[in-house]
């Protein structure tokens, strides 16, 4: 089994910062591509940033300059460092990570999420 745990999330000011952390765990080989999505209060879940293993990052148009995702392949970790915090960033983040495993099966987990409030 794989799981993945997010933290870092909360209640932040506009213009503040938060790091979310994602820390995969179990019978892992390796991780391969990684991503961080986000659902906002009525709307559909988005994608914010996807960092393909080995390649170069993309990043939503509205996060575009102010997010930067990140990975620890040692430590099994995914980061979103998030700056220039607005109030419409408010949302569930989730982390997306496909997983080869120990036997090299791969997978795809989902986090349970981390809520981020950005709100004076």
């Known amino acids: 089994q794989v799981q993945l745990v997010e933290s870092g999330g909360g209640l932040v000011q506009p213009g503040g910062s938060l790091r979310l952390s994602c820390a995969a765990s179990g019978s892992i080989f390796s991780l391969d591509d990684v991503g961080w999505y986000r659902q906002a209060p009525g709307k559909e879940r988005e994608l914010v940033s996807v960092?393909?293993?080995?390649?170069?990052?993309t990043y939503a148009d509205s996060v575009k300059g102010r997010f930067t995702i990140s990975r620890d392949n040692a430590k099994g970790t995914v980061y979103l460092l998030m700056n220039s915090l607005k109030p419409e960033d408010t949302a569930v983040y989730y982390c997306?990570?496909?997983?080869?495993?120990?036997?090299?099966?791969?997978?795809?987990?989902w986090g349970q999420g981390t809520l981020v409030t950005v709100s004076s």
């Open positions: 960092l393909p293993s080995g390649g170069t990052a």
């Open positions: 997306n990570v496909r997983v080869v495993t120990s036997v090299f099966e791969i997978l795809e987990v």
